[in-house]
């Protein structure tokens, strides 16, 4: 599996925009990246998956850099329920391993 | 849609007790795993199966068994609980996978042993 780095914490102001980095330089050419966030008290939930191009979905956006060694999840307008931890993880399709991720505050 | 169900939410075990936590899922997804998280961490994996009958170690599988029977059931049996498997639980099941694999979790079972 890709070892990742996030940064432990980043605050956002609500309705701005927030960009989650994410480095993963160890990723092989087929792992895709993954980015899940979990709620206070909840099991993790996916948010946006992609390979090399960039991905949208209703839920966010994925900036992938061309030499796939980092990524960037945008949410386009925080609110304050996206406030939770955000993971960004490269890995086999049998294992997906989940660091410590980013945890996300959101200021009204 | 029940998703991945989880039972029980919440369990005290004495140490050396042993018990099940039970993991199912309504969504014939192939590929089932079983995740703990102790606090202010991120997951660790215990177990997976990729199909009825076949399982595997994931990252932390000593002091765990597990069982797959059927499509929809996934089992983790600890035997000899031990304080330092207090810890959130999480079962997740996925689609047969081919590159990407979205999992789906189950809300989580809290267990503490003392």
């Known amino acids: 599996d890709a070892k990742t780095t996030q940064p432990n914490s980043m605050e956002s102001n609500e309705e701005e925009p927030v960009h989650l980095p994410c480095n993963h330089s160890?990723?092989?050419?087929?792992?895709?990246i993954h980015w899940y966030r979990q709620l206070p008290s909840q099991g993790p939930e996916y948010v946006i998956h992609?390979?090399?191009s960039n991905v949208n979905n209703r839920m966010a956006s994925l900036a992938i850099a061309e030499d796939r060694k980092s990524s960037t999840l945008i949410l386009h307008r925080a609110t304050l329920r996206d406030a939770a931890v955000y993971y960004c993880?490269?890995?086999?399709?049998?294992?997906?391993?989940f660091g410590s991720g980013t945890q996300l505050t959101v200021l009204p | 849609n029940a998703g991945v169900t989880q039972t029980p939410k919440f369990r005290i075990l004495k140490i050396g007790q042993s018990m099940t936590l039970q993991c199912t899922q309504d969504?014939?997804?192939?590929?089932m795993y079983w995740y703990r998280q102790d606090p202010g961490m991120g997951l660790k994996l215990i177990y997976y199966?990729?199909?009825?009958?076949?399982?595997d170690k994931g990252e932390v599988p000593n002091g765990y068994n597990v069982s797959r029977s059927t499509t929809e059931d996934f089992p983790l049996r600890l035997e000899l609980a031990a304080p330092s498997q207090t810890s959130v639980y999480f079962c997740?099941?996925?689609?047969?996978?081919?590159?990407?694999?979205?999992?789906?979790f189950g809300a989580g079972s809290r267990l503490t042993v003392l």
């Open positions: 997740a099941s996925s689609p047969k996978a081919s590159g990407a694999n979205v999992l789906t």
């Open positions: 160890t990723i092989s050419g087929t792992d895709y």
């Open positions: 992609g390979l090399t």
């Open positions: 993880i490269g890995g086999s399709a049998r294992q997906l391993t």
């Open positions: 969504m014939n997804h192939n590929y």
């Open positions: 199966s990729v199909g009825a009958g076949i399982t």
